[in-house]
C-alpha cells in the first residue's frame, strides 16, 4: 500500500493539535483534517435551507426532518433584498427572522453556516442584491469599488452586529460554526482584472474584522486570501476538487447540488439516490469532514423573489420536496449513508490514510490507527460492471459505481449503489372539501396614451422603470392612419414587431388583445411578429411588458437591460413605420395589483362578474373562495389549463404561475404550486389569479399532496440495514440477532398499510408508482407481502428463497433475486 504524502502530512498534524484541545474548549478552529467545534472533531453532514422560501411556521417540522436525516449542520443565506428593500428601512418580521430562524436550529441542537453574501445568487432576484443598490451613483456590483465596498461594508456590519447581539456566534453559546462572504467570485473575477483582485482581498479583510471567532470561508475562491478557507461546490468533489487553498485547512464542500433548478421552459431535472451518495463517500474517502446538500430542502419562490425565469418551485427533488414530505429514496439513503460514515468517525478523524489501486476502476482506502480503530472505503468507479475486491482475505462484491463502507474494515454496512431503504411516489388528490369552485372574473382596462401620465419619447428600459416594484409596465402610443396607408387586397394585413431586450410581453391594438411573446433563461430578448388589425383613422397600440425576475449572476449585474426597444408596422402601402420614437405613454403596474384586489378589502374596489361564458381572456383577475381541504396534507393548486399569471391566497402571493410555456416534452416545467397550510383559514379562503393572456379557471383544482405510495426495491446482494451496528465504546458490534437484508417499509403519519398494490420476487423492474414484472416472478410474492405487511405501519419482509418457493419448484433458481414491493398507506379504520 502506498500513502499519500500530503494525507499523512495532514494526519500528523491533525493528532498534534487535537491533543491540544482539552473538553472544556470553547469556539470553532480547523486543521489540515476537520472542523473543531468546541473542542471536538466533526464530520459535518449540512444541508442548505433558506428561511425566506417558507412561511415561519413551517421552519421547526422542516429542521425536524433535516435532523432525522442525520444532519447536524444547516446553511442559509442572508438575503440582503428581503431585509432592506428601501435604503435604511429594515424587515425582520414574519418569515424575515433570521435570527428566529437560526434560534429554532439552535433548539434542535443544530450548528449554522452563515452566508452573508451580500451577492448570494441562489436564483433569487438580483442575486440577492436591492434594487435601490443599482442606482446608486457610479457603482459596480462585485467589484474594488468605492460606493459598492461602501454599501457592503455598511449591510455585513449590520448583519454581524445583528448577529452578535443576540450571541448566535458559537463561541458566545450560539450555533453559528462558520460564516461565509462573497459566493463563486472566481466566475466573474476576470472581469473585473485588477479590482476583482483586490476585492477578494477587500472583502476577506473586511469580513474578518467584523468578527473573527469563527472560520469564514469562500466557496468555489482558489485565490483566497489565508485567513479565508476556499471550498468546493459542484456534484463531485470527491474527483474535481484540488483542494483548500493551504495546507492546515480542512476539504469542505458547500454546495452538493441534490438536482438542478428549473427555469420555465426546462425539462424536469432529476439526480439520482446512489450518484450523490456515492459523490459523498468519494469526498469523505479523500479527507473531506464536510458536506453540504445544496438544497435539502428548496421551498417556493414566494412573491416575486425568484430570479430571470425561474419557476416558483425551487428544488424540488431535494431530500425533502417542496411541500416538506420526505422524498424517498434519496432522503432516507443518505440519512443511512450519514450513519456509516458516524460508525467510521474515530478513524476519519485521527486515522492515517493510505490508498491501494487495484486498477484503473478498483481501489481501496484505508483509514487506520494502528492497534484501535480502522475504516476502509472500497470503490468501483467503473460505471456499467460491477466488480469484486479482495481485502484481508475476504472477498467483496460491489456493485457498478460504488463505494462499500466497511467501518471497521471488516463489515459492509452500507453500499452507495444499494438502496436499503424505502422508495416512496408522490400523488396529488382532488380535494372534497374545496371543489366546485365558483368563480367571478374582472376585466382590466386596457390603457392608451392619454391614460398614461409618464411620457417619452421612446419606451422606456424596463427594470429602471419598474423599480422591482412590480412584474407589470403599460406602454402606449397612438398614430393616425389614412385609408390609403392601409394594404387594399384582404388577404394581406400589417404585422407588428416589436424587438424586446426581455422577458415577455401581452400585445394590445385598439383595444383588443394581439398576441403573446416570451425569451427565455438562455436569451432574455425577443422579437414579437404579429398580424394586426388597423383602422383608418386613430389607432391605439398598446404593450404590457413584463419582467420574470432580475438576473441574479454574471459580470455587470447592474448593466443589464429589459423591456421593449424598437416597434414597427410592416406591410403599410408606405412600407415599414418605425413608431419606436413616436411618444410613449408608460405606467408602472396594472390596476388590479395597485387595488390590491388579491386582498379581502380590495376586492370590494371593483364589481366582479360571475363566469358564465367562456372566459374573456387577457389581462383578467380571478376570484374564488375556497374551504380548507381534509386532513393535514399539504395543499396544491393545480393550474395546468392556466397561461401565466399571479396567485395569491388571502392576500398572500403564490408566486408567478406560467403553464403555457411548454418544455421539450410539450408539459409545463411547473403546474402544481404549493399553498401552504400556514396561509389558510378553516373557510372562506380568497383565491385570487390574474391571468394575463387567458385561461380556463373553471379547471383549477384545490388539491391535497401525499407520498403514501411506498416501495421497497432490493436484492439479495444489498448489506443489511446500516441500523443493524453501533459504536459502544471502541467497539464495533451488531444490535440485531439475524443480520440478513430484507424490505423494511414504513407509512407516514402514523398510517398503516391497507394494501398491497404490487408484489414480485424474480426480476422485476421500475420505480415506485411503476413497477412491473420481468421474465420471472414467485407465484407467492402477493401473499407473503401481505402475510408481513397488511393492517402495519411499518413491516419487514424476508429476501429468503425458501419462503418464497421450495427448492424444487423455484421458477428461475440460477437468477440474482429481486423483491419488489407497492404498498398504499391510509388512515386506520
Not at 459566493?183 to 482581498?201: C, F, I, P, T, W
Not at 422508495?423 to 396529488?428: G, V
Not at 401552504?676 to 391571468?691: M, S
Request: with cysteine.
Amino acid at each position: 500500500m502506498a500513502i499519500s504524502s500530503r494525507l499523512l502530512s495532514l494526519a500528523l498534524l491533525s493528532l498534534v493539535v487535537s491533543c491540544a484541545f482539552g473538553e472544556n474548549t470553547k469556539g470553532v478552529t480547523y486543521d489540515a483534517r476537520s472542523m473543531i467545534v468546541n473542542g471536538e472533531r466533526q464530520l459535518l453532514f449540512s444541508g442548505s435551507i433558506h428561511y425566506p422560501r417558507m412561511p415561519a411556521e413551517m421552519w421547526p417540522d422542516i429542521i425536524r426532518k433535516a435532523k432525522e436525516g442525520g444532519l447536524n449542520l444547516i446553511q442559509t443565506y442572508v438575503f440582503w433584498n428581503i431585509h432592506e428593500p428601501v435604503q435604511g428601512q429594515f424587515n425582520f418580521e414574519g418569515n424575515n427572522d433570521v435570527v428566529k430562524f437560526i434560534k429554532t436550529i439552535g433548539e434542535q441542537g443544530l450548528y449554522v453556516t452563515l452566508r452573508i453574501g451580500p451577492y448570494i445568487e441562489a436564483e433569487w432576484n438580483q442575486g440577492g442584491f436591492p434594487y435601490w443598490l443599482r442606482e446608486v451613483p457610479n457603482i459596480t456590483f462585485r467589484s474594488y469599488n468605492e460606493p459598492f465596498i461602501h454599501h457592503m461594508k455598511k449591510y455585513s456590519e449590520m448583519v454581524i452586529g445583528l448577529m452578535k447581539k443576540e450571541k448566535l456566534f458559537a463561541p458566545q453559546g450560539g450555533p453559528i460554526i462558520m460564516a461565509q462572504i462573497e459566493n463563486e467570485y472566481n466566475n466573474v473575477q476576470l472581469a473585473y482584472r485588477d479590482n476583482g483582485k483586490k476585492y477578494v482581498k477587500w472583502a476577506a479583510n473586511m469580513a474578518t474584522s467584523l468578527y473573527n471567532g469563527v472560520p469564514w470561508i469562500m466557496c468555489k475562491q482558489r485565490d483566497a486570501p489565508p485567513h479565508i478557507i476556499s471550498t468546493c461546490n459542484g456534484r463531485h468533489c470527491g474527483d474535481t476538487f484540488t483542494g483548500p487553498n493551504g495546507p492546515n485547512k480542512p476539504s469542505l464542500w458547500t454546495e452538493n447540488w441534490t438536482a438542478q433548478y428549473r427555469t420555465f421552459g426546462d425539462p424536469p431535472s432529476q439526480r439520482a439516490a446512489e450518484d450523490i451518495a456515492f459523490s459523498v463517500a468519494r469526498f469523505f474517502a479523500k479527507n473531506g469532514t464536510l458536506t453540504n446538500y445544496y438544497m435539502y430542502y428548496g421551498g417556493t419562490n414566494y412573491g416575486r423573489t425568484s430570479s430571470s425565469f425561474v419557476t416558483t418551485r425551487y428544488y424540488d427533488e431535494a431530500p425533502l420536496d417542496e411541500f416538506g414530505l420526505y422524498r424517498e429514496p434519496k432522503w432516507s439513503h443518505l440519512r443511512d449513508l450519514h450513519r456509516a460514515l458516524r460508525l467510521s468517525r474515530r478513524a476519519l478523524l485521527w486515522g492515517t490514510p493510505t490508498v491501494q489501486r487495484i486498477n484503473q476502476d478498483l481501489e481501496i482506502t484505508i483509514y487506520e490507527k494502528p492497534g484501535s480503530d480502522c475504516a476502509a472505503f472500497l470503490t468501483n468507479n467503473h460505471t456499467t460492471n460491477p466488480a469484486t475486491i479482495k481485502f484481508r482475505g475476504k472477498e467483496y462484491y460491489l456493485p457498478e459505481k460504488s463505494i462499500s463502507i466497511l467501518p471497521d474494515c471488516k463489515t459492509v454496512v452500507y453500499n452507495t449503489q444499494t438502496i436499503v431503504s424505502q422508495h416512496n411516489s408522490r400523488n396529488f388528490i382532488a380535494s372534497e372539501k374545496a371543489k366546485n369552485l365558483k368563480w367571478e372574473m374582472y376585466q382590466e382596462k386596457v390603457p392608451t396614451i392619454n391614460d398614461l401620465s409618464l411620457k417619452n419619447k421612446v419606451p422606456l428600459e424596463l427594470y429602471s422603470l419598474t423599480k422591482d416594484t412590480s412584474d407589470y409596465a403599460w406602454y402606449s402610443t397612438s398614430l393616425t392612419l389614412d385609408r390609403h396607408d392601409l394594404p387594399m387586397r384582404p388577404d394581406i394585413l400589417p404585422v407588428l414587431q416589436i424587438a424586446s431586450m426581455g422577458h415577455a410581453l401581452v400585445a394590445f391594438v385598439n383595444g383588443e388583445y394581439v398576441g403573446f411573446g416570451h425569451g427565455n433563461n438562455i436569451e432574455k430578448s425577443f422579437v414579437f411578429q404579429k398580424p394586426i388589425l388597423l383602422k383608418p383613422g386613430t389607432n391605439t397600440i398598446s404593450i404590457l411588458a413584463e419582467t420574470v425576475g432580475f438576473p441574479n449572476s454574471g459580470a455587470y449585474m447592474e448593466k443589464r437591460f429589459a423591456g421593449p426597444r424598437g416597434v414597427t408596422i410592416q406591410g403599410l402601402m408606405d412600407g415599414t413605420l418605425d413608431i419606436t420614437q413616436n411618444n410613449w405613454g408608460h405606467e408602472v403596474g396594472v390596476f388590479g395589483e395597485k387595488q390590491e384586489l388579491f386582498t379581502e378589502e380590495g376586492e370590494n374596489k371593483v364589481k366582479w362578474t360571475p363566469i358564465t361564458g367562456p372566459p374573456k381572456g387577457a389581462v383578467t383577475w380571478y376570484k374564488t373562495y375556497f374551504d380548507a381541504p381534509e386532513s393535514n396534507n399539504p395543499v396544491a393548486l393545480k393550474m395546468d389549463r392556466m397561461q401565466k399569471g399571479m396567485m395569491w391566497v388571502n392576500g398572500k402571493s403564490l408566486g408567478r404561475y406560467w403553464s403555457s410555456f411548454l418544455n421539450p416534452l410539450g408539459q409545463p416545467t411547473q403546474y402544481e404550486y404549493h399553498i401552504p397550510r400556514a396561509f389558510l383559514k378553516p373557510t372562506n379562503n380568497l383565491l385570487v389569479i390574474f391571468e394575463e393572456t387567458g385561461g380556463h379557471p373553471e379547471t383549477i383544482e384545490v388539491q391535497t399532496v401525499n407520498r403514501d405510495t411506498i416501495c421497497s426495491i432490493i436484492t439479495e446482494y444489498h448489506p443489511p440495514h446500516v441500523k443493524s451496528w453501533e459504536r459502544s465504546g471502541t467497539d464495533f458490534v451488531a444490535v440485531v440477532e439475524d443480520l440478513k437484508s430484507g424490505a423494511h417499509l414504513t407509512c407516514p403519519d402514523n398510517k398503516i398499510i391497507e394494501k398491497v398494490e404490487f408484489a414480485s420476487y424474480g426480476n422485476p423492474d421500475g420505480a415506485c408508482g411503476n413497477l412491473f414484472n420481468g421474465n420471472c416472478s414467485s407465484a407467492n410474492s402477493l401473499k407473503i407481502a401481505e402475510q408481513h405487511c397488511l393492517g402495519k405501519k411499518t413491516c419487514t419482509i424476508p429476501i429468503v428463497r425458501e419462503v418464497y418457493d421450495e427448492p424444487n419448484k423455484d421458477p428461475c433458481p440460477n437468477m440474482f433475486k429481486t423483491l419488489a414491493v407497492q404498498m398504499k398507506c391510509g388512515n386506520k379504520k
